[in-house]
């Protein structure tokens, strides 16, 4: 399990979150990430999509990630 701070607030990142974690440094798309957890976990992008889209959002609004558009 990974443990971030930032500023006053704490989170624990289990497994799978912490897969995206060191994946998003690398400024990927939800859809990439789907695709990442989908091989490395042998299921189908689709079954992980929107639970990717919901912890990626979460750690937007804490503020330990930012959303930044492709040019």
Do not use: K
């Amino acid at each position: 399990m990974l443990h971030l701070t930032l500023d006053d607030r704490d989170i624990a990142l289990d497994e799978t979150a912490e897969f995206l974690w060191h994946r998003l440094a690398a400024q990927v798309t939800v859809e990439e990430l789907a695709e990442a957890v989908a091989a490395e976990y042998g299921i189908t992008p689709d079954e992980v999509r929107s639970d990717i889209s919901e912890a990626v959002a979460s750690l937007v609004e804490a503020g330990f990630v930012q959303e930044r558009s492709r040019s």
